[in-house]
C-alpha cells in the first residue's frame, strides 16, 4: 500500500503548469437568433487559428446578458481599429471588448478546471495521463513487483556500501519475460568518477548482449549479468542496447546518466529518492526533454522511505 | 582569443576531423575526439557505440579512458591532468559527456559543429554551464565552437545517408521476418 501512495509519475511540465491566458476581442450577440449566421461570418472573416481548443461562443454568466463571441486575436497596437472593421461587416454584433481566455488546450481535468473559469474550452482528456495523475496507472500485481524490483536495488545498494561505495544500487529488468538483465551499485569510490551506478548498468546490459566495455574487479562480486549462451545470442539479435527494458534505481540519476538512458532507449525508469543535481524531475526533465529523440515514463518515490534511510547521512 | 591559440585549436581540430573519418570508415557514428595537454595528445577516441553494445561509448567517453590509462602508466595526478587539458571534439559534446567532462574536471572543450539532437553545450540543453550542478558534477567548463563546423556535418551526413547497421529493423521490416519465420533456420 505503502509503495500505491509514494510512486510517482514525473510528468512533463506541460501537464502541470498553471494555465496561461491571453487577450482577445469578444462582442456581445444581441439576438440569439442571429448566432449561427454570424458563426458563419466569424470563423470565414477571423478564424480562430491558434487558438482552436476555445468555444466560439458563451453564454453570460448573468442571467438575462446576451451570448458573448470570441472575434479576434489582438495583434498589435492597431488591432481595436482592425477588429471594429470586422465587427462593422457582421450584422447583430456589439461593440468589441477585451478578454481574457487560456492561450493553450487543457491538458488534464485539473488545467481544464482553471480554463473554464476564464473561457469554456474543448477537452480531450488523455486517458494515460489521467490514470497516472490519480494514480490508478499500476495494478496492485504490478505495484507489488515493482516494489520487489525496488527492494533488490536497495539491497544492492547495501552490497555496495559494504564495499565502500556510495549507496546506490540499480537494477535492469525486462518487464515481459521478468528476466533481470543487470544487477549494479555506484562504484565512484573505486577511482573512476563516471562509474555511477546507471553507467555500470548499462554496461552490464551490454555484456549481456556480448559487448560491455569495462572488466569489474571481482571484489564487487554482487554485480551481475543475464548470461546467455552463445545460440541464444544470436537468436536474440532484436535486442537493441536497453529497449524495452525497465530501469529501478535507489536514487534519481543525474544528467549523465539521464542521457546515457536516453541513448541506450531504456523502456521506464522507477526510482526511490530525489536528487538535487538529479536529471529526472529536479535539475531537468531530460526524459521528456523537446528535441532528444528517446523519451520514457519515470515514475519517483518508489519505496522512498526505505531509499532515503541510504542518503539521510549524506 | 589569442591569435596563437586559435592556430593551435585548428591545428587540433584537424586532428580531430580524421578521427572521425576513421571511425565512418568502421560505421561508427563519425565523431572524432582528442584530450590535448600542454602540447601533447594524451587521449584520442572515436565512437564505439556500435562495436560493444553501448550507447554511452562516445568519443569523449573513450579519450577520458585514454587518459586514464596514460596516468597509470606515467604515474600522473588524474585530477591535475585533466584540470590542465583541453578537449577538441567535431560535434558538440552531448549531455551525457557534457556531465561526464565536468566531473573530469576539464576547464575548456572545443568543438566544431552544434548537436541539434543531444548537444548538451547549449543545443538541448546547457550541462556545461548550469551553475546548479556544480555540487554534484563539479565546475563548468568553457567551450569555443565553430572550428571545421562544415566538414564535421559533412561527415555525419555521410554517415546517416548510409544505415547505422546496429540500429533496430523497422516495424514493417520486423514483420516480414516474423511472416516468414518456418523459412528461416
Known amino acids: 500500500m505503502t509503495a500505491k501512495a509514494r510512486l510517482e509519475a514525473v510528468l512533463a511540465d506541460k501537464f502541470i503548469q498553471n494555465v496561461d491566458t491571453c487577450d482577445v476581442f469578444i462582442a456581445n450577440i444581441a439576438d440569439k437568433k442571429q448566432t449561427s449566421r454570424i458563426m458563419r461570418q466569424l470563423s470565414e472573416l477571423c478564424p480562430l487559428e491558434k487558438l482552436q481548443h476555445l468555444k466560439r461562443i458563451r453564454a453570460s454568466t448573468e442571467k438575462g446578458m446576451p451570448l458573448q463571441i470570441v472575434v479576434h486575436k489582438p495583434i498589435g497596437p492597431d488591432s481595436y481599429q482592425a477588429v471594429l472593421e470586422i465587427v462593422k461587416t457582421v450584422e447583430g454584433l456589439g461593440k468589441p471588448y477585451l478578454a481574457k481566455v487560456p492561450s493553450t488546450p487543457p491538458l488534464t481535468r485539473l488545467q481544464y478546471n482553471e480554463a473554464v473559469k476564464y473561457w469554456p474550452v474543448n477537452f480531450h482528456e488523455d486517458k494515460e495521463i489521467a490514470s497516472m495523475i490519480s494514480g490508478k496507472y499500476f495494478t496492485d500485481p504490478e505495484l507489488l513487483e515493482i516494489k520487489q524490483f525496488m527492494k533488490m536495488a536497495i539491497k544492492l545498494a547495501h552490497a555496495g556500501k559494504t564495499r565502500d561505495q556510495i549507496p546506490i544500487g540499480a537494477v535492469v529488468v525486462n518487464p515481459i519475460s521478468k528476466e533481470i538483465i543487470a544487477e549494479a551499485y555506484d562504484l565512484r569510490q573505486a577511482g573512476y568518477a563516471l562509474q555511477h551506478a546507471v553507467m555500470v548498468a548499462v554496461d552490464l546490459v551490454a555484456h549481456s548482449q556480448g559487448g560491455g566495455m569495462w572488466n569489474f574487479d571481482e571484489i564487487f562480486c554482487e554485480l551481475r549479468h543475464l548470461k546467455r549462451s552463445a545460440t541464444e545470442n544470436t537468436e536474440s539479435s532484436s535486442e537493441y542496447l536497453c529497449t524495452g527494458y525497465d530501469l529501478y534505481v535507489t536514487q534519481e540519476p543525474c544528467v549523465m546518466c539521464s542521457m546515457a538512458l536516453v541513448h541506450s532507449r531504456i523502456g521506464r525508469v522507477f526510482y526511490g529518492s530525489s536528487n538535487s543535481g538529479g536529471a529526472l524531475g529536479s535539475s531537468y526533465k531530460v526524459h521528456c526533454q523537446s528535441g532528444f529523440n528517446h523519451h520514457f515514463l519515470v515514475f519517483k518515490g518508489c519505496l522512498q522511505e526505505q531509499t532515503d534511510k541510504l542518503y539521510d547521512d549524506s | ?185
Open chain 2, 1 to 185: 582569443m589569442h591569435q596563437e591559440d586559435e592556430s593551435h585549436h585548428i591545428v587540433w581540430m584537424k586532428t580531430a576531423l580524421c578521427l572521425a573519418q576513421k571511425a565512418l570508415e568502421q560505421q561508427e557514428v563519425p565523431v572524432g575526439c582528442l584530450i590535448v595537454n600542454k602540447d601533447r595528445i594524451i587521449g584520442t577516441g572515436g565512437n564505439e557505440v556500435n562495436r560493444t553494445k553501448n550507447a554511452t561509448r562516445h568519443a569523449e567517453i573513450i579519450a577520458i579512458e585514454e587518459v586514464r590509462d596514460l596516468c597509470r602508466r606515467e604515474c600522473l595526478v588524474e585530477r591535475d591532468v585533466f584540470s590542465t587539458s583541453i578537449l577538441y571534439v567535431t560535434v558538440e559534446p552531448c549531455a551525457m559527456c557534457a556531465g561526464a567532462l565536468r566531473q573530469m574536471g576539464l576547464p575548456l572543450v572545443v568543438y566544431g559543429c552544434d548537436n541539434d539532437r543531444f548537444g548538451g553545450c547549449g543545443s538541448v540543453i546547457d550541462v556545461a554551464s548550469n551553475p546548479a550542478l556544480t555540487d554534484s558534477l563539479g565546475p563548468c567548463f568553457d567551450t569555443i565552437k565553430g572550428i571545421f563546423s562544415n566538414e564535421a556535418v559533412d561527415l555525419l551526413k555521410n554517415f546517416y545517408k548510409g544505415e547505422n547497421p546496429n540500429a533496430p529493423n523497422s516495424k514493417r521490416k520486423l514483420k516480414v521476418v516474423e511472416g516468414q519465420e518456418s523459412n528461416h533456420k
